[in-house]
């Protein structure tokens, strides 16, 4: 775990935050069939139902993540992103205990989440069921199939 990793609102302007949200979305579009890339981009993640959030090691971009209002008892989780060079050393986590934060804080009694099944995705279900993150059905218009998977987390 990176010590005094510090994570804050984020107003989506800065230029590092910028750089690791289109890799985010390169690297979906890579891994994701064109349908199935539900990653949205900075215009979107600017608006006023979801909280964006940049983790910060010193002046360093660590990663990004964001809490997605659904409803007032519901959450999603959207844009968990390392940058590369903090992959495997905490930050993921970091982040995610900071949206369950929000969440909490919030009052939702639930956060889901939509990711894909293959490898690259792994790592991400690791991490989300050390957390207590189950499957679950389809939530929103999400569609569970071969590479589709949706995760829940009762708060």
């Not at 989506?12 to 979305?25: I, K, M, N, R, S």
Request: proline share 6%.
């Amino acid at each position: 775990m990176i010590e005094n990793l510090r994570i804050e609102p984020d107003d989506l302007t800065g230029e590092a935050v910028l750089a690791l949200l289109q890799l985010h979305l390169d690297e979906m579009q890579q891994w994701s069939p064109a349908c199935k890339v539900h990653a949205m981009p900075a215009e979107r993640l600017r608006e006023p139902d979801v909280l964006f959030f940049s983790a910060w090691d010193g002046e360093t971009l660590a990663g990004c993540g964001a809490i997605k209002h659904l409803d007032a008892h519901h959450g999603e989780l959207k844009s968990m992103r390392a940058a590369p060079d903090y992959r495997g050393k905490g930050v993921g986590k970091a982040i995610l205990l900071r949206l369950l934060e929000e969440a909490s804080t919030r009052g939702y009694k639930r956060v889901s989440l939509e990711t894909g099944r293959p490898e690259p995705f792994q790592a991400a279900h690791a991490l989300y069921r050390a957390h207590d993150f189950a499957e679950c059905p389809p939530f929103g218009d999400y569609v569970s199939d071969d590479f589709s998977l949706c995760m829940t987390k009762e708060l």
